[in-house]
């Protein structure tokens, strides 16, 4: 197993969280947002959240944008941010005001109408254009269904396929 895909201890993803939570409490005061920062470790990597109530929640999605391609370019450079201090690449993942968590919900809604279509009609069906965030959503709902997936195509139009088992 290489480094890359080598687990790492709870320990170092702590450090991770960390190092991450460092960086966006000086992006939120560069930015002049409020937010807490929740850290987390979360299927083998650092988890963190940035929340906030009410209108500071609201001023939040300013850092998701239109259907999270800020909040993606912003996980990217803490992911970078925490590289520089640790030396090694990180896959932690970052949520802004309930976005992600949202996101995965109607994903899984999404998942599991595919799932009924191919169980009814017994061929694949192809979803829509997804990040890889969206398809690691998709693919696990699916594999806990008992079904296949599979990703195709290139970005920004690599998309999933649900087939049969």
Known sequence: ?????????????????????DYLEELLDITDLD???DIDVDHGRASLAIVAEGAAGRSLRRLVGPDGEVLDALQELTRLAV?????????LMLDIAGYRAGRRAEL????????????????PVELEPMNPFERKVVHDVVAEA?????????EPTRHVVVRPA
């Open 35 to 37: 937010g807490d920062i």
């Open 1 to 21: 197993m290489s480094d890359e895909t080598a687990p790492r201890s709870t320990e170092k993803l702590e450090e991770e969280g960390d190092i991450a939570a």
């Open 146 to 154: 008992g079904l296949v997936s599979d990703s195709e195509g290139v």
């Open 108 to 123: 899984g809604e999404v998942a599991r109408n595919a799932i009924a279509a191919v169980r009814a009609s017994g061929e």
């Open 83 to 91: 590289q520089v201090r640790t030396g090694d690449r990180s896959r």
